[in-house]
């Protein structure tokens, strides 16, 4: 609700032509509109590239779904879409009509929109400047028909650029962010750019997840400390903020990205996915 809805005595129950009276364009109400009816937005964040965000940002949508949730999963990385692949929907294009898409259902409670559904090719490049692609994640949450959500997670491309700034523009300040991270310094580093981006831009931020941490052998079930731990943990201390949780390094979830299967759905009773399984309790929480 805007600062002048606040004071009005109608507070927000007003139709769109009064909307329009006090000012608002009617793309703006649109927006508006379509977010209203979604009750928790989540932002996958990352500083570094290849942290494996994407498979994170899938499997807690899964999760969620499997929960009894209604979800909308929506990649906003325009140069490399992941989710389509992840999910085994690579090919999926929305139906489209003049005024809006329709997302791609994925099971009986979640939706995916990705730009990856919308390139005629996988070799096509987008290259596209900051304003252009603001308006097409626009478009990805005002002109897509996600309906009445309990979720929408968003996956963004790695970084504090274009992308995660316009999608937590447009979601508005009850959105809330996941980072994730991997043990590496290097990654921790990066991170820490991530923190302070959400504090700039106003945005809470839900927890931190620590992926790829340690090894899961497919042999005899052992966990090894290839990439150490407990480096996403100590950063959670050090900030303040919430610790989600770690996702181990296990193989059949590298698969499951590869052959695009969600992993939680097909290895629901493993260690791993137990790990995602308390990694989205406190996101649940938010909608009990």
Same mark, same amino acid.
């Given at each position: 609700?805007?600062?002048?809805?606040? #004071?009005? #005595?109608?507070? !927000?129950?007003?139709?769109?032509?009064?909307?329009?009276?006090? !000012?608002?364009?009617?793309?703006?109400?649109?927006?508006?509109?379509?977010?209203?009816?979604?009750?928790?937005?989540?932002?996958?964040?990352?500083?570094?590239?290849?942290? =494996?965000?994407?498979?994170?940002?899938?499997?807690?949508?899964?999760?969620?779904?499997?929960?009894?949730?209604?979800? =909308?999963?929506?990649? &906003?990385?325009?140069?490399?879409?992941?989710?389509?692949?992840?999910?085994?929907?690579?090919?999926?294009?929305?139906? &489209?009509?003049?005024?809006?898409?329709?997302?791609?259902?994925?099971?009986?409670?979640?939706?995916?929109?990705?730009?990856? +559904?919308?390139?005629?090719?996988? #070799?096509?490049?987008?290259?596209?400047?900051?304003?252009?692609?603001?308006?097409?994640?626009?478009?990805?949450?005002?002109?897509?028909?996600?309906?009445?959500?309990?979720?929408?997670?968003?996956?963004?491309?790695?970084?504090?650029?274009?992308?995660?700034? #316009?999608?937590?523009?447009?979601?508005?300040?009850?959105?809330?962010?996941?980072?994730?991270?991997?043990?590496?310094?290097?990654?921790?580093?990066?991170?820490?750019?991530?923190?302070?981006?959400?504090?700039?831009?106003?945005?809470?931020?839900?927890?931190?997840?620590?992926?790829?941490?340690?090894?899961?052998?497919?042999?005899?079930?052992?966990?090894?400390?290839?990439?150490?731990? !407990?480096?996403?943990?100590?950063?959670?201390?050090?900030? !303040?903020?919430?610790?989600?949780?770690?996702?181990?390094?296990?193989?059949?979830?590298?698969?499951?990205?590869?052959?695009? +299967?969600?992993?939680?759905?097909?290895?629901?009773?493993?260690?791993?996915?137990? +790990?995602?399984?308390?990694?989205?309790?406190?996101?649940?929480?938010?909608?009990?």
């Amino acid at each position: 609700m805007s600062e002048s809805c606040k #004071s009005c #005595s109608q507070q !927000g129950g007003c139709t769109s032509e009064q909307q329009e009276a006090c !000012g608002k364009k009617p793309e703006d109400i649109e927006l508006e509109n379509r977010l209203s009816r979604i009750k928790h937005k989540i932002v996958v964040l990352s500083g570094k590239g290849g942290v =494996g965000k994407s498979t994170v940002s899938a499997n807690i949508a899964v999760s969620l779904a499997n929960a009894g949730k209604r979800v =909308g999963l929506l990649d &906003v990385d325009v140069h490399g879409p992941s989710i389509p692949r992840l999910l085994s929907l690579k090919g999926q294009q929305p139906q &489209v009509d003049q005024d809006s898409m329709e997302p791609i259902q994925w099971s009986k409670n979640l939706w995916v929109m990705s730009m990856g +559904f919308l390139l005629p090719s996988d #070799s096509d490049a987008v290259i596209w400047r900051g304003p252009v692609k603001m308006g097409v994640i626009r478009q990805f949450i005002q002109n897509v028909s996600w309906g009445d959500l309990d979720y929408l997670i968003v996956d963004c491309p790695p970084g504090t650029g274009d992308e995660p700034l #316009s999608a937590l523009q447009l979601l508005g300040k009850d959105s809330k962010a996941v980072i994730v991270t991997t043990p590496q310094l290097l990654a921790i580093d990066d991170v820490r750019r991530s923190i302070t981006f959400c504090k700039q831009v106003e945005t809470p931020i839900l927890g931190l997840v620590e992926n790829m941490s340690g090894f899961v052998c497919p042999e005899c079930g052992a966990e090894h400390k290839v990439f150490n731990t !407990g480096a996403g943990e100590k950063l959670s201390l050090e900030t !303040g903020i919430n610790y989600l949780g770690r996702i181990p390094f296990d193989p059949d979830m590298a698969r499951a990205g590869d052959e695009g +299967f969600s992993y939680v759905k097909v290895y629901p009773e493993s260690e791993t996915a137990k +790990f995602v399984q308390k990694i989205i309790e406190p996101m649940l929480a938010l909608d009990a």
